[in-house]
Nanobody, 123 residues
Framework: QVQLVESGGGLVQAGGSLRLSCAAS????????MGWFRQAPGKEREFVAR????????SYADSVRGRFTISRDNAKNTVYLQMNSLKPEDTAVYYC????????????????WGQGTQVTVSS
């Protein structure tokens, strides 16, 4: 089993930055694809970014490419999402997720989820 705990959310003005962290535990977590998703009120959870367990493959949603950076430190069992140039439309609960069997942007492919951390971007 894998346990994920997000942190680092908060309130920030448009144009500002936040760094989210996801602390992961579990025997096999180091071989999981790690993803960030977000969900705004009334909307479906959507893909934001993912990184392969090897760290060699990284993908972003078009809406965040160039502004967000995903990274992982397997030695610390932690994945990060650096968010720059934040926009009001980035406001959402951000979730960390782990996929034990694939490298996917589909939320249905992910096996484990954190509880989420709120990111609010004011205009």
């Amino acid at each position: 089993q894998v346990q994920l705990v997000e942190s680092g959310g908060g309130l920030v003005q448009a144009g500002g930055s936040l760094r989210l962290s996801c602390a992961a535990s579990g025997r096999t977590v180091s071989r999981c694809t790690m993803g960030w998703f977000r969900q705004a009120p009334g909307k479906e959870r959507e893909f934001v970014a993912r990184v392969h367990w090897s760290g060699s493959l990284i993908s972003y949603a078009d809406s965040v490419r160039g502004r967000f950076t995903i990274s992982r430190d397997n030695a610390k069992n932690t994945v990060y999402l650096q968010m720059n140039s934040l926009k009001p439309e980035d406001t959402a609960v951000y979730y960390c997720a782990a996929d034990a069997s694939s490298y996917s942007s589909n939320k249905q492919s992910y096996d484990y989820w954190g509880q989420g951390t709120q990111v609010t971007v004011s205009s």
